[in-house]
């Protein structure tokens, strides 16, 4: 059973920085992509970033030069680190899996495995 685990939210203040965690477990790290979503109060939900298995990433425009995406296979770990972080990132993030090859063309693509969410909070 695949199953993501996602940490690390929380309150910090705007120009702080956080790093989101994503614990994947149930399959091996072969073929797949992994990203970041996030939804706002009242907002649709949009991908932030995403990594797939040979290294290949996305970032969304609003995040670039600010978030980093990065994964460590021998923890079954992606992480996204967030710096210079803004009120608008302000939403729940969560992770999520696909297990096939994946190329990022027009955003991160469409997922299987969803974990649940993490709170962000960047107070101004």
């Known amino acids: 059973e695949v199953q993501l685990q996602a940490s690390g939210g929380g309150l910090v203040q705007a120009g702080g920085s956080l790093r989101l965690s994503c614990a994947a477990s149930?399959?091996?790290?072969?073929?797949?992509?992994i990203g970041w979503f996030r939804q706002a109060p009242g907002k649709e939900r949009e991908g932030v970033s995403c990594?797939?298995?040979?290294?290949?990433?996305y970032y969304a425009d609003s995040v670039k030069g600010r978030f980093t995406i990065s994964s460590d296979n021998a923890k079954n770990t992606v992480y996204l680190q967030m710096n210079s972080l803004k009120a608008e990132d302000t939403a729940v993030y969560y992770c999520a899996a696909v297990l096939v090859k994946m190329i990022f063309i027009h955003g991160c693509g469409a997922y299987d495995y969803w974990g649940q969410g993490t709170l962000v909070t960047v107070s101004s």
């Open positions: 990594i797939t298995s040979d290294g290949s990433t």
């Open positions: 149930g399959f091996t790290f072969d073929d797949y992509a």
